[in-house]
Antibody
Framework: EVQLVESGGGLVQPGGSLRLSCAAS????????MNWVRQAPGKGLEWVSY????????YYADSVKGRFTISRDNAKNSLYLQMNSLRDEDTAVYYC??????????????WGQGTLVTVSS | DIQMTQSPSSLSASVGDRVTITCRAS??????LNWYQQKPGKAPKLLIY???SLQSGVPSRFSGSGSGTDFTLTISSLQREDFATYYC??????????FGQGTKLEIK
């Protein structure tokens, strides 16, 4: 059974830092690209960042570029999101999600339960 | 960036009703459109990919259609467990995904 378990969320002051982790099991983690998606309280879904299976390709949403860093450790079946210079608007539940494809059609097919990041003074 | 706009933002319906949710893209995205269902406090769940392909394990009362800029998600006969929020998502600019703002489906 595929499992993704996020951790590392919490309360942090504006300008602070936090590192999220996503522990993967039940599938060959090193074969899959991974994403972070966030959801502000009562709001919709926002894609945050992408990392390819071997970390050769990385993308960020403009809203987090230069502040967030995505990484992975395939030996530890883990995905990370280092978040620096946090702002009030970064308050959200952060989900990690696997990316799969059927031909040229890409999907986010497995999601973790999410971890809540609250940025507030 | 490709913008995705859903309508309506909220919808009240009864068990057994046929419901349609619409998603419009700001440019043509061919069939690169996915639909997700999210229940309160839970992660999103993939329902439909490539505009009309049913994800494994998803009930056949869910269907999707459309291509280019206009897409629809239809639930043929609403069940109690279908009351949730639904999101469309474009994968044309993969992996720079964008989602619609969501449609909250509530019990009438």
């Amino acid at each position: 059974e595929v499992q993704l378990v996020e951790s590392g969320g919490g309360l942090v002051q504006p300008g602070g830092s936090l590192r999220l982790s996503c522990a993967a099991s039940g599938f060959t983690f090193s074969s899959y690209s991974m994403n972070w998606v966030r959801q502000a309280p009562g709001k919709g879904l926002e894609w945050v960042s992408y990392i390819s299976s071997r970390s050769t390709t990385i993308y960020y949403a403009d809203s987090v570029k230069g502040r967030f860093t995505i990484s992975r450790d395939n030996a530890k079946n883990s995905l990370y999101l280092q978040m620096n210079s946090l702002r009030d608007e970064d308050t959200a539940v952060y989900y990690c999600a696997t990316e799969s494809n059927s031909g040229s059609y890409y999907i986010l097919d497995y999601w973790g339960q999410g971890t809540l990041v609250t940025v507030s003074s | 960036d490709i913008q995705m706009t859903q309508s309506p933002s909220s919808l009240s319906a009864s068990v057994g009703d046929r419901v349609t949710i619409t998603c419009r893209a700001s440019q043509s995205i061919s069939s690169y459109l996915n639909w997700y269902q999210q229940k309160p406090g839970k992660a999103p769940k993939l329902l439909i990919y490539a505009a009309s392909s049913l994800q494994s394990g998803v009930p056949s009362r869910f269907s999707g259609s459309g291509s280019g800029t206009d897409f629809t998600l239809t639930i043929s006969s609403l069940q109690r467990e279908d009351f949730a929020t639904y999101y469309c998502q474009q994968s044309y600019s993969n992996p720079r995904y964008t989602f619609g703002q969501g449609t909250k489906l509530e019990i009438k």
